[in-house]
């Protein structure tokens, strides 16, 4: 199917029938496969990659899902894992060992910065955080032992762009493996492998199902890679994707450029009418020219995605804090939770929950003020979402 254009690979790639001849893709709720002999199983678990036997190592519906991401990707292989924290676990649980170094943007997601920084180190291998905008500071990061470089681009939730290019050209020189996590753009807006990435890993979670129903994650890369250093190290320890959730996400698959390319645009709309509200200090977002990164987004984005934070005005912090849960405690349509990626509208107040337990002094650096607001755009009318939030700033 490599000749395919993406929609239809959407749709259509990773697909495989039964004898029954199903039309959509069948959810195979077994745990094990049966043999036709002693002979028959002792050679399917020798070759555990081919064929079936227990859907901790491998699932049709699973392989379906792999299938069909790698192939959106632009990548050979794919493993799937159950959530996109454990994805990160297991890339770097199969190529890193004690002694080894990561280099890591600062501006990744929450539970992925405390397990490289907390969780890692317990085991011996160290974290350089670095600002993913800073070409130098990735250079200047380097040690003789890096092995990994880590990159989340659009960061959450200042939405700032790295250039995937650039950082991977540094990762080449290292000789480090260059993750990218790709889960904000998804590859209807963006392809890291075709920019140098050697890994892509996701939280199907968010855009991939779509609808904010299941967790999933998966790792994206070379055959040699997935099936060499990560199959081996998911089918032992076991952070496996159900079955049930990679049929889930097959059918959120099936609408991922619809959805992110309306999302993108409804983002846009709204982040074009906060920019001119008078309440609002600032406003970030990727497609928008007053942000700072406008021109590399537009080079390596199809669009600047659904996430879009702003700034409220505020003489004080405290201030800024009223103003913001505000916006947030007069919206009806917005839902206020943490999870983004959804058909629906959320808010966020990133000071008080996403960013709640670092320092004060760590927030600030991050660009984290009490006056910030992240929205993850919907599907919603954007003249709908523009009044839920001008409830909360006109009051
Ligand atoms: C949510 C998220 C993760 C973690 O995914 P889970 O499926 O919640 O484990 C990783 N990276 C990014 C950018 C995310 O938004």
Redesign the pocket.
């Known amino acids: 199917m490599d000749s395919f254009d993406f929609d239809t690979l959407a749709v259509r790639a990773g697909t495989q029938r039964s004898d029954f001849n199903e039309h959509s893709e069948a959810l195979f709720l077994t745990s094990s496969f049966v043999f036709k002999s002693a002979a028959e199983a002792a050679e399917r678990f020798a070759h555990s990659e081919e064929g079936f036997t227990y859907s901790r190592f491998t699932n049709p519906t699973v392989s379906m899902f792999q299938d069909r991401l790698a192939a959106l990707e632009g990548a050979e292989a794919c493993m799937a894992t159950a ?4 994805a ?1 676990v297991s890339v770097v649980m199969s190529v890193l060992n004690a002694g080894d170094h990561i280099v890591s943007s600062q501006s ?2 929450g ?2 910065l405390n397990v490289f920084a907390t969780i890692f180190n317990r085991f011996g291998i160290e974290t350089t955080f670095v600002d993913p905008t800073d070409l130098d500071a990735w250079r200047a990061a380097i040690k003789p032992n890096t092995k990994l470089f880590f990159l ?1 681009t659009p960061s ?1 939730p200042l939405t700032e762009i790295a250039d995937i290019a650039a950082v991977g050209r540094i990762a080449k020189e290292a000789n480090a493996l260059f993750v990218v ?1 790709n ?2 753009c998804t590859p209807a807006l963006q392809r890291p492998i075709e920019m140098g990435a050697d890994v892509i ?1 996701h ?4 855009y991939l199902d779509g609808q904010g129903r299941v ?3 998966a790792v994206v890369g070379t055959k040699a890679f997935i099936m060499g250093k990560v199959f081996p190290f998911v089918r032992s320890a076991g952070p496996t994707l159900s079955a049930f959730n990679a049929w889930v996400l097959l059918k959120g698959m099936e609408t991922l450029s619809l959805r992110v390319e309306k999302q993108s645009a409804n983002a846009l709309a709204v982040a074009q009418w906060l920019e001119q509200q008078p309440q609002v200090a600032r406003v970030f977002y990727p497609g928008l020219p007053s942000h700072p990164q406008y021109a590399l987004a537009q080079r390596q984005q199809k669009a600047g995605g659904a996430i879009v934070a702003f700034e409220l005005k505020g003489a004080t912090p405290a201030e800024q804090r009223e103003n913001a849960w505000r916006v947030i405690d007069n919206s009806q349509v917005c839902s206020i939770t943490g999870n ?1 990626g959804d058909t629906r509208t959320t808010i966020t107040h990133p000071a008080s929950t996403t960013h709640g337990r670092i320092t004060p002094e760590a927030r600030a650096a991050a660009g984290i003020t009490e006056g910030l607001i992240r929205l993850a755009v919907g599907l919603e009318s954007p003249n709908d979402i523009q009044n839920d939030l001008a409830r909360g700033l006109a009051n």
């Open positions: 959530s996109g924290m454990s990160i990744i997601f539970s992925t989340e959450n996590d889960c904000f890993v939280s199907a979670t968010k967790l999933g994650g983004l």
